[in-house]
Nanobody
Framework: QVQLLESGGGLVQAGASLRLSCLASARTFSSYTMGWFRQAPGKEREFVSA????????NYADSVKGRFTISRDNAKNTVFLQMNSLKPEDTAVYYCAAAWRTFMGARLSDTSEYDYWGQGTQVTVSS
């Protein structure tokens, strides 16, 4: 069992920045690809970003590319999502997720690739 705890959400104005954190209880955190997803009211959960366990390569949804940055600190069992230039359409509950030792070709934008999920943290961006 791996537990994930998100923090750092809040209410901000358009153009502002937030940094989300996700603390993992995993004893082998460095062996997990970590992802961020978000879900707005009435919508499906959508992929935001992922960072691959083996090489640190990153993936981003087109909607956040150039504004968001995913990173990790394996010594602290933590993954981050730095969100800049926030827009009202970024408003959602943000979830972190962990996928054990993903292989080349894994579809990291699919929720089914991930083994563990956090409880979510609310991000609200006002216009």
């Amino acid at each position: 069992q791996v537990q994930l705890l998100e923090s750092g959400g809040g209410l901000v104005q358009a153009g502002a920045s937030l940094r989300l954190s996700c603390l993992a209880s995993a004893r082998t955190f460095s062996s997990y690809t970590m992802g961020w997803f978000r879900q707005a009211p009435g919508k499906e959960r959508e992929f935001v970003s992922a960072i691959i366990w083996s090489n640190g390569n990153t993936n981003y949804a087109d909607s956040v590319k150039g504004r968001f940055t995913i990173s990790r600190d394996n010594a602290k069992n933590t993954v981050f999502l730095q969100m800049n230039s926030l827009k009202p359409e970024d408003t959602a509950v943000y979830y972190c997720a962990a996928a054990w030792r993903t292989f080349m070709g894994a579809r990291l934008s699919d929720t089914s690739e991930y083994d563990y999920w956090g409880q979510g943290t609310q991000v609200t961006v006002s216009s």
